[in-house]
């Protein structure tokens, strides 16, 4: 696989050789950034920490049209997905969700949405030089250069940066751009490995996961599920900007005749999740939904699947309302093992 | 600030022993840096870990109709003790609110009210002075803040840091309460409401546009919501599915029709606490949309909620001398 070196005066040529792509990239916004899609002649900034909301979207949009249909008609009409898409910057942490994501979305039968829109898209990836405040990817098995998930990797290397191919698809991309690089030389790959280890370096917080997924079904009745919900407000924050979180509600909607269905993501914190038809809910307060959405993390997942479905990015933490922080509570229920 | 901590505990700590008493909610130090957490306290001991500080952004008012009422089980009596909550002015506001619409009843809660001199915006606070994952002590400090990391102590000016909603508050001591901590405070100089004059000053089209940008970034957490001490219906328009009067579907048009159903609903009620848009994941500046109703409302009605509690609901009431005709 090659590792390419641009010049980042020639980053605006390089955003502009992927023309007639989808482009998604960070933006600013206010004092917050989220993934949008590249006006045309627009050249994304990449100096960000990471965006508030995942860059999930990309392939698990938070609206899916299914198919579409008029009201009483016979005919449906299923939406076609053709277009190329580049994901520019994500962070690994971010890339290495889709892989946990995908586990599920290619388990029993392929979903035909989720699957499309990975083979469709590149995902260029961004070393994290400095990794934010409630980062802890390394105790999940990831770390700010994890190639995992990812088709490229771009470290920042200053005046340059570096290209790293991780699959074949990567390897298109580079040579569709290749005019624009120079080769990098070993000195380059010495350079990555200090930053890399200076942002292992900088990550403070972290989990120990030994024993937590065999112990958390053990702990259904304890105690300690009441003190960590007792804060929550119920809302969809820690589970809509989770990286992997998964789960979707299919809908019928019409407009007029015009109808679609469609799947939107859907939180296990809300109250209607769990609600049956007959009106009885299994999980009937945020005590029940917080025991189930950590489990479902860090237990079932990992039964199901092998792996944590949880990336250590921070989001949950950082921006619950009320302070509900995964590290603690993790603690916490090492402590009642 | 002449408020100790000693003072706050020692109160907390009788109250929450209280035998009429199920917990009482105050403030506590989160579990890093700047974060400060809703703390839960059901007994004398617990009252150790309060803190009350220019960190205390939360609003703890909304856990009096966020608690979810299981049936009570058969041979069971249910628990009708008092809930005690920590308020700052404008968490009293709300209390008073609740008390107005009869959301809670005077009798089921003991309101402990913390005159406040202002908090500080989290966002601002976190750019200025990076975060760390030490918890970090923060006090008032005559006019300014004081920021405590360690043996480290940092006097910050008041105006950099105080948080929007405070600039624009008029009622720093609490409107409501049962037990009065430390001294009331002095209210100051009002900063002009720039944010909502700014969007007087657009054009229609132009403020549409506005709006639609933000509604677009709408993710529908209903962590707005869900933080607002006033949106407690039990059967939210939000949830209904039969019929499903917002579309689960996430676009501009079902984003808007949320946003500005919330909006509507809390005219007249909003206590502009500043809770929804410090917790949006999104940004969305909805401060300055329910500030602008909440104006609405007190320039052309002279009415602002929760300031009297024996005062009519806005949103209910109704004159029989009001010169429109076409209610009746």
Redesign the interface.
Same mark, same amino acid.
């Given at each position: 696989m090659s590792a390419m070196l641009l010049n980042k005066e020639k980053w605006p040529e390089f955003v502009e050789k992927l023309a007639g792509k989808n482009i998604l990239a960070p933006q600013a916004?206010?004092? $917050?950034m989220?993934f949008a899609a590249v006006a045309e002649g627009d050249v994304p900034a990449l100096d960000y920490n990471n965006t #508030? @909301?995942p860059p999930k979207g990309a392939l698990f949009p938070?609206?899916e049209t299914m198919l579409k249909f008029q009201a009483g008609g016979e005919q449906v009409e299923e939406p076609q997905l053709d277009r190329e898409t580049v994901v520019l910057g994500l962070r690994p942490c971010d890339a290495r969700a889709m892989t946990i994501v995908e586990k599920l979305f290619k388990w029993d039968i392929d979903d035909p949405y989720y699957v499309r829109r990975r083979d469709l898209s590149t995902l260029v990836g961004l070393v994290c030089n400095e990794p934010g405040?409630?980062c802890f990817c390394p105790s999940v098995g990831g770390g700010p250069a994890s190639t995992e998930g990812l088709d490229l990797l771009m470290t920042d290397l200053g005046e340059k940066y570096l290209f790293e191919a991780v699959t074949d698809k990567g390897e298109a991309l580079l040579s569709e751009t290749r005019d624009l690089m120079e080769e990098a030389d070993g000195n380059v790959a010495k350079e990555k490995e200090k930053l890399v280890s200076e942002a292992e370096q900088k990550i403070? #917080?972290t989990v120990d996961t030994e024993g937590v997924a065999e112990g958390l079904p053990g702990l259904w009745d304890d105690p300690l599920w009441q003190k960590v919900s $007792?804060?929550c407000?119920?809302?969809? *924050?820690c589970?809509?900007?989770c990286p992997t979180c998964h789960c979707f509600?299919i809908?019928d909607?019409t407009e007029g005749f015009d109808a679609r269905r469609?799947r *939107?993501?859907d939180?296990c914190m809300?109250?209607?999740y769990s609600l049956h038809t007959s009106g009885h809910n299994p999980r009937?307060?945020?005590k029940e939904r917080t025991r189930n959405r950590i489990s479902h993390k860090y237990s079932y997942y990992v039964d199901k699947f092998d792996v944590i479905a949880c990336v250590g990015c921070g989001r949950c *933490?950082n921006?619950c309302? @009320?302070?509900?922080?995964i590290?603690?509570t993790i603690r916490q229920v090492k402590e009642a093992l | 600030m002449k408020m100790d901590l000693e003072q706050l505990r020692k109160t907390a700590a009788e109250v929450a022993a209280r035998e009429d008493v199920k917990y009482l909610i105050g403030w506590k130090q !989160?579990?890093? !840096?700047y974060?400060?957490?809703? !703390?839960?306290i059901a007994d004398a001991a617990g009252a150790a870990e309060l803190i009350f500080s220019p960190l205390c952004t939360?609003n703890l008012a909304?856990?009096l109709t &966020?608690v979810?009422q &299981?049936p009570v089980p058969r041979g069971q009596e249910p628990d009708d003790r008092k809930v005690a909550v920590m308020v700052k002015g404008c968490d009293s506001r709300a209390v008073t609110q609740l008390l107005v619409e009869k959301g809670v009843e005077r009798e089921e809660v003991i309101v402990i009210g913390c005159p406040c001199p202002g908090v500080v915006d989290p966002?601002l606070l976190a750019?200025k002075y990076p975060?760390?994952?030490e918890p970090v002590e923060m006090k008032w400090d005559g006019e300014d803040f004081l920021l405590i990391r360690g043996d480290e102590e940092t006097k910050i000016g008041r105006d950099e840091l105080l948080a929007e909603k405070c600039r624009l508050c008029r009622y720093p001591n609490p409107v409501v309460s049962d037990i009065m901590l430390g001294e009331e405070v002095q209210t100051w100089e009002l900063a002009e409401d720039r944010g909502v004059q700014e969007l007087e000053g657009k054009g229609v089209d132009e403020r549409s546009e506005y709006w639609a940008e933000q509604f677009d970034?709408c /993710?529908?957490?209903?962590?707005c919501?869900? /933080?607002c001490p006033l949106c407690y219906c039990q059967d939210c328009i939000l949830?209904r &599915?039969n019929p499903?009067w917002v579309?689960?579907?996430?676009?501009f048009s079902e984003n808007t029709a949320f946003n500005i159903a919330r909006a509507f609903h809390l005219a007249g009620r909003c206590i502009e606490c500043g809770?929804c848009e410090?917790?949006c994941?999104?940004?969305i500046p909805l401060g300055k949309l329910n500030r602008k109703l909440a104006r609405e409302i007190r320039d052309k009605y002279d009415f602002e909620p929760g300031v009297d509690p024996e005062a009519e609901p806005f949103q209910a009431s109704f004159k029989p001398d009001d010169p429109e005709d076409f209610i009746l």
């Open positions: 916004d206010g004092d $917050a989220r #508030r @909301v938070q609206t405040m409630n403070k #917080r $007792a804060s407000l119920g809302c969809g *924050t589970t809509y900007l509600d809908q909607e469609l *939107t993501w939180s809300f109250d209607e009937p307060t945020r *933490t921006l309302p @009320v302070n509900i922080d590290i603690e | !989160g579990t890093y !840096g974060r400060v957490a809703p !703390g839960f939360a909304t856990y &966020l979810e &299981l966002v750019e975060e760390t994952e970034k /993710v529908r957490c209903y962590s919501r869900n /933080v949830d &599915l499903t579309n689960r579907s996430v676009n809770e410090r917790v994941p999104a940004n």
